[in-house]
Each structure stands twice: as structure tokens, then as C-alpha cells.
């Protein structure tokens, strides 16, 4: 049997270029201001510092953000790390459609990530770039899309277990 498995991260040079400018901006401005912040009680001392705290937190979370994706003869597996800590697996006989598709991340699903859209009729979203996704459409009539950067592959692997969606 043929599997298919991705690892996807947010990698993308504006986003790190984006947490790396927001990083300096606060640094700067904290430290420029730093004596007179020094001056200060301890909780406004920690105030002061919580914006470098906030982008570093940000910055952590993209680092360890990750799409996985598993396909076999079980079915589709996910997982968006660390939202989510178990792949959530989705057995072939509960999916109706399953299909490669292109999509607008920003139109359809309001950006990137773990989204869910605000038309119950696109349903919930997993992505961390690009255009390209498998759409799911399950027998509850929900919708699921989870985007990937090989597409030829998981074509194929699809194409290998069409005969599973009842």
C-alpha cells in the first residue's frame, strides 16, 4: 500500500523577517527608554519588558508550528503541532469527496494556519503556505482542507485509495 506523509512549517522568509523587524522595534524602543523604566516598580518593569516577551512568545510558537499530514490505508491523519498533540484521523468510510484543489487561503479562509472560515459552507482549514490543498468532504456534510507543498504525490496516493470512499 502507498503512503503518503508531509511535514509542512512556516518557514517563509516574511514571516521571519516580519518577527525579526517586530523583535528589534520592541527591543530598541525598550531599552532606549531603559532608565527610566529602571526607575520604575517591579511590575512596571515587567510591563515594559512584556512586548519582547510577547514577540519572543511569537516567534517560539512559528518555530514549532507544524502541519503533518498522513495518508494510508486507515485513512487521513493530521496534525497541527502544537494546537493539536495526536494526529485526528479521518477514516475513509466517513469521507463522501476527496480531492486535490487550489484555493485562496486569504479569501476562503481569512489567511494561513488553523482556520476555520467564516462560512460554515468552507469548513475548517490546516495550512502553512502556498495554494494547494486536499478538500474533503465528509458524510456529516463538514468540509476539510489541508494544504500541501507535494501535490503530484498526493495525487497518486489518493488516486490508490479511491476505491475506500463509499
Keep these: 500500500m502507498k503512503i503518503f506523509i508531509e511535514e509542512q512549517k512556516f518557514n517563509q522568509p516574511f514571516v521571519l523577517i516580519g518577527l525579526s ?34 514577540v519572543l512568545f511569537v516567534a517560539l510558537l512559528f518555530i514549532f508550528l507544524k502541519l503533518k499530514t498522513r495518508i494510508d490505508e486507515m485513512g487521513i491523519h493530521y496534525q497541527f503541532y502544537p494546537f493539536q498533540f495526536n494526529y485526528k484521523t ?39 503556505k502556498g495554494n494547494v490543498g486536499v478538500q474533503l468532504e465528509l458524510k456529516n456534510e463538514k468540509k476539510i482542507l489541508i494544504g500541501t507543498q507535494l501535490k503530484e504525490e498526493l495525487q497518486k496516493t489518493l488516486e490508490n485509495y479511491q476505491y475506500k470512499i463509499s
Design 21 to 54: 523587524v517586530a523583535f528589534i522595534v520592541v527591543s530598541i524602543t525598550t531599552f532606549q527608554n531603559w532608565e527610566a523604566i529602571n526607575q520604575e516598580s517591579l511590575s512596571s518593569k515587567i510591563g515594559s519588558l512584556s512586548g519582547i516577551i510577547i
Design 90 to 128: 479521518i477514516p475513509w468510510n466517513l469521507i463522501s469527496k476527496c480531492y486535490v484543489r487550489k484555493y485562496d487561503a486569504i479569501s476562503e479562509y481569512g489567511g494561513w494556519g488553523m482556520k476555520f472560515s467564516f462560512f460554515k459552507k468552507r469548513g475548517r482549514c490546516y495550512t502553512t
